[in-house]
């Protein structure tokens, strides 16, 4: 059941909120842990595994979280997130070894599977037109995520040089703070007894997935996709590093700095594109700059081109991913949305362990390599996305 427009509204805020809180600590992490991971001796292989291993949890977790909040609801399942990631900031900030390290992401990536169920209660809360819309409400919390958390983790890094305490506690008590706020504030999006499959599991929506092209299609674009922007998670710190002999906190800028065109891209330009447009005609157009910006990364030489490469990845990134998702929850009945985002969410993950672990080794043998094999990533993403249909052609 959804409730009334203004209703809407105040849910999507507090959600918004809640997601946005809880990717600012995620965004602390992600710029300055490729630096620690170094100080322990790790090499860029295992630089891509630390950052991919949250990913590889999450493929498990997220598909059994979509499926609790079918049960249960979003909320308990929401607030359990959050919980967990506080947990893994605080062993994050004790870490002592590369092994701490990578306990602090397994943990992590526990708590933080829980992106599907956001996403199922946008679903729960918007009409089927809107969704992609609301959908860009998740994509705009990452960016701005990433705006102000890789901002706090560049300076915060200053303040504990070599040793991850302070960001690391500072993220766990934002994931605090953020529960708490959920606890008072978030309400249920699913009516109580409202109506799920008992018989509906991991085992009917992969089967369903088998079924569909047009969710098979959306799934393999997705996972290049994901797969091409996850190159630059364990790479982009490293690469600024040795090309531009930029230290942690000018790391976080440029996280920042694509964080603030993709939430302007998914929470501003998307929402009025898409109604006019459609998914597929924005995913399309998107994979152009997308490409584009991996490639002048990757071998600009100059700061200039570098950055205007970023730009172009998160004008492309924006575009991508919201339509995605809006095509995804649009091929599934409403009351099985949150299993099969699972299954998205999972195959996002399986393109990150991915991405990430591909990236980490193609750094080791050239800085470039890992954003000219996202370029072609994006390009077998624009050629699958060619066999999808938006959903007012479907027949029935």
């Known amino acids: 059941m959804r409730g009334g427009a203004d209703g809407g509204r105040d849910r999507l805020g507090v959600l918004f909120l809640t997601v946005l809180v809880d990717l600012v600590g995620f965004g602390i992490v992600l710029p300055i842990l490729p ?203 490293l690469l600024a590093s040795e090309r531009f002999t930029m230290g942690p906190r000018e790391a976080g800028y440029l996280f920042a700095l694509l964080g603030v065109v993709s939430a302007i891209v998914q929470g501003g330009i998307v929402r009025r594109v898409v109604p006019r447009t459609g998914e597929l005609t924005l995913l399309r157009a998107s994979a152009i700059p997308f490409a584009a910006g991996f490639a002048l990364a990757g071998l600009s030489s100059g700061t200039p081109l570098f950055l205007t490469g970023l730009i172009l990845i998160g004008i492309g990134y924006g575009g991508t991913v919201p339509s995605v998702l809006g095509l995804l929850s649009r091929a599934e009945e409403p009351d099985r949305q949150g299993a099969v985002l699972g299954v998205g969410q999972s195959v996002g993950s399986s393109a990150r362990v991915l991405g990430q672990y591909m990236a980490g080794g193609l750094f080791d043998v050239r800085l470039f390599l890992p954003y000219l094999a996202a370029a072609a990533l994006v390009g077998v993403a624009a050629a699958i996305g060619s066999g999808l249909r938006q959903p007012e052609e479907q027949a029935g």
């Open 35 to 237: 630096f620690y991971a170094r100080g322990f001796g790790a090499d860029g292989l295992e630089t891509g595994l630390l950052v991919a291993v949250y990913s590889l949890v999450q493929l498990v977790m997220a598909p059994l979280w979509g499926r609790l909040s079918d049960r249960v609801g979003r909320r308990p399942v929401l607030i359990l997130g959050l919980l967990g990631s506080a947990a893994a900031y605080i062993v994050f900030a004790r870490a002592d070894s590369l092994a701490v390290l990578f306990l602090s992401r397994v943990i992590g990536g526990i708590g933080g599977s829980t992106i599907p169920v956001a996403q199922a209660y946008i679903a729960d809360v918007t009409p089927p037109e809107r969704r992609a819309g609301n959908m860009g409400l998740i994509g705009a919390a990452f960016g701005l995520g990433f705006v102000i958390g890789p901002f706090l983790g560049g300076i915060l890094s200053e303040s504990s040089p070599g040793a991850p305490t302070i960001p690391g506690y500072t993220a766990a008590a934002l994931c605090l703070a953020n529960a708490i706020v959920a606890i008072l504030f978030l309400p249920e999006s699913r009516a109580r007894g409202a109506a799920t499959s008992a018989r509906f599991a991991l085992r009917a929506a992969l089967a369903r997935v088998a079924r569909s092209r047009q969710i098979l299609l959306t799934l393999a674009t997705y996972l290049c996709v994901t797969m091409a922007f996850a190159a630059l998670h364990p790479t982009l710190s």
